[in-house]
């Protein structure tokens, strides 16, 4: 019942100063003996003598001193408590702070594995990693053991002994004397001597994607000698707040690996529609340009010798792309979209009968910036391919405008044209719609059979 009270006031007095705190015994005697020496005098004056007055003043102040004796120890112990407890939660928060600094996933796990050590002054530690399928170790980081030792080891270890019921219960696991544990199943060979063993899990969203292991909690004797001592429930209370922590650190990390491998395929297939819509339609522009040369070269050897100079010229342009794929993936700098379409119907105009009449209104180079720039000429220059190679047509319509807000290409050819069924196996219309989708834009196809088609596309810049 006093508990609380005691409490209060231990709280109380712990936030009085330390000069104050030494009057606190000799106040409390006084008071505590004035009101004992009034109650004599109310229930028997003449009984009231000097000598009674003096012996009760000096047993309250007795026992005040011993009050006071107790009460500044039980407040010193109060305050270091808190001081003990500040310490650690300042600790762990330096390492949180500490794991979540950095995105590299195996950086995370290597400082996952040395902060835990030394928040807790252990001499070993580890962390093994979940691969997520069937709950096999995936990775197993250390601490403590120099990179020779950690060789010598050798493999993995496996759900065997203290460390695989860690893993397999999900739950903190204490023991201060491995060699009296009937579970373990000893070290593997060249593995150093471990005595007492924390284990943690690591769980994140409810699930379990790793544990956490210190061995030998490093404490000094009365000599000053450091020797390998037990984990406290406080240890584990405090491992336990640095694996939350931890589970955090480590899912960042995984999905900041994540997004770097998608941001690699995602390049991989820009880099893949570029090389189709550009290079290799060039290439194959050259290759239609000496199949027909071939059949002219007796009727028309002049056009012929013509056309194999616009050929080596062509051939020279695709090497200048390709090199600038290499060097930076990017064929062309200036955003003038107008000029760029110029020069790609003159150069494709150049090798193939088809006319092709080009119709662009003034738009401001700067209203695109450069990628937007090189998706619209990805597509216009598919779309000419398609009209000149499948389509069959006799003359082809590009137009460049902008119009309620929005950029407009239409490439219309009046060839042979396609149904519905043939649009999903062409992987260059394909190609297409993913570039309209990275301009955030639509792509309309208009097409029958007999009438020709058009493209058109159109976003906001």
């Known amino acids: 019942m006093l508990q609380p009270y005691v409490q209060y006031y231990v709280q109380y007095i712990s936030n009085l100063s330390r000069r104050h705190l030494r009057l606190v015994g000799f106040v409390f005697a006084l008071l505590l003996w004035g009101m004992l020496t009034l109650l004599h005098f109310a229930v028997d004056s003449q009984a009231l003598t000097s000598m009674h007055i003096a012996m009760d003043f000096v047993m309250v102040l007795a026992g005040s001193l011993l009050f006071s004796t107790w009460l500044a120890r039980a407040v010193q112990r109060h305050e270091d408590e808190i001081q003990h407890r500040i310490a650690h939660l300042e600790a762990l928060h330096a390492a949180a702070l500490a794991v979540t600094s950095e995105v590299?996933?195996?950086?995370?796990?290597?400082?996952?594995?040395?902060?835990?050590?030394?928040?807790?002054?252990?001499?070993?530690?580890?962390?093994?990693?979940?691969?997520?399928?069937?709950?096999?170790?995936?990775?197993?980081?250390?601490?403590?053991?120099?990179?020779?030792?950690?060789?010598?080891?050798?493999?993995?270890?496996?759900?065997?002994?203290?460390?695989?019921?860690?893993?397999?219960?999900?739950?903190?696991?204490?023991?201060?004397?491995?060699?009296?544990?009937?579970?373990?199943?000893?070290?593997?060979?060249?593995?150093?001597?471990?005595?007492?063993?924390?284990?943690?899990?690591?769980?994140?969203?409810?699930?379990?994607?790793?544990?956490?292991?210190?061995?030998?909690?490093?404490?000094?004797?009365?000599?000053?000698?450091?020797?390998?001592?037990?984990?406290?429930?406080?240890?584990?209370?405090?491992?336990?707040?640095?694996?939350?922590?931890?589970?955090?650190?480590?899912?960042?990390?995984?999905?900041?690996?994540?997004?770097?491998?998608?941001?690699?395929?995602?390049?991989?297939?820009?880099?893949?529609?570029?090389?189709?819509?550009?290079?290799?339609?060039?290439?194959?522009?050259?290759?239609?340009?000496?199949?027909?040369?071939?059949?002219?070269?007796?009727?028309?050897?002049?056009?012929?010798?013509?056309?194999?100079?616009?050929?080596?010229?062509?051939?020279?342009?695709?090497?200048?792309?390709?090199?600038?794929?290499?060097?930076?993936?990017?064929?062309?700098?200036?955003?003038d979209v107008g000029q760029r379409l110029r020069d790609l119907v003159a150069r494709m105009s150049a090798e193939d009968d088809t006319h092709t009449r080009l119709l662009i209104e003034p738009i401001d180079p700067g209203l695109l910036s450069s990628a937007q720039a090189m998706e619209v000429m990805r597509v216009a220059q598919e779309a000419l391919v398609n009209a000149q190679r499948h389509a069959l047509a006799d003359e082809i319509v590009v137009r460049l405008y902008f119009s309620g807000g929005l950029v407009h290409l239409e490439v219309e050819d009046n060839g042979v044209g396609f149904t519905p069924d043939e649009w999903a196996l062409s992987g260059g219309l394909h190609n297409m719609k993913e570039r309209a989708k990275v301009l955030e834009g639509a792509l309309h196809i208009r097409s029958a059979e007999g009438v020709g088609t058009c493209i058109h596309l159109q976003f906001a810049p």
Request: no cysteine.
């Open 104 to 335: 590299e996933l195996s950086a995370v796990l290597q400082k996952v594995v040395d902060l835990s050590r030394s928040l807790l002054q252990a001499e070993y530690g580890a962390l093994s990693v979940l691969d997520g399928g069937d709950g096999e170790i995936q990775e197993f980081v250390t601490s403590g053991m120099d990179e020779t030792q950690r060789r010598r080891i050798g493999v993995l270890p496996r759900h065997l002994g203290i460390l695989g019921v860690a893993i397999k219960t999900n739950e903190s696991l204490r023991i201060a004397d491995l060699a009296q544990d009937a579970r373990t199943v000893g070290f593997p060979t060249h593995h150093p001597p471990m005595r007492s063993l924390l284990a943690v899990p690591v769980t994140s969203k409810g699930r379990t994607i790793g544990t956490l292991f210190l061995a030998d909690k490093m404490t000094t004797n009365s000599k000053g000698l450091a020797r390998a001592g037990a984990f406290s429930q406080e240890d584990e209370d405090l491992l336990l707040k640095f694996a939350t922590q931890s589970a955090i650190a480590i899912e960042n990390a995984r999905l900041y690996r994540q997004a770097e491998q998608l941001a690699i395929l995602q390049e991989r297939e820009r880099f893949g529609r570029d090389l189709h819509d550009g290079v290799i339609q060039s290439i194959y522009a050259v290759g239609l340009m000496l199949e027909d040369s071939q059949q002219r070269i007796e009727s028309e050897p002049q056009l012929v010798y013509q056309r194999l100079t616009q050929t080596l010229t062509n051939l020279n342009k695709v090497i200048m792309d390709i090199r600038s794929y290499i060097l930076d993936l990017q064929p062309s700098r200036t955003k």
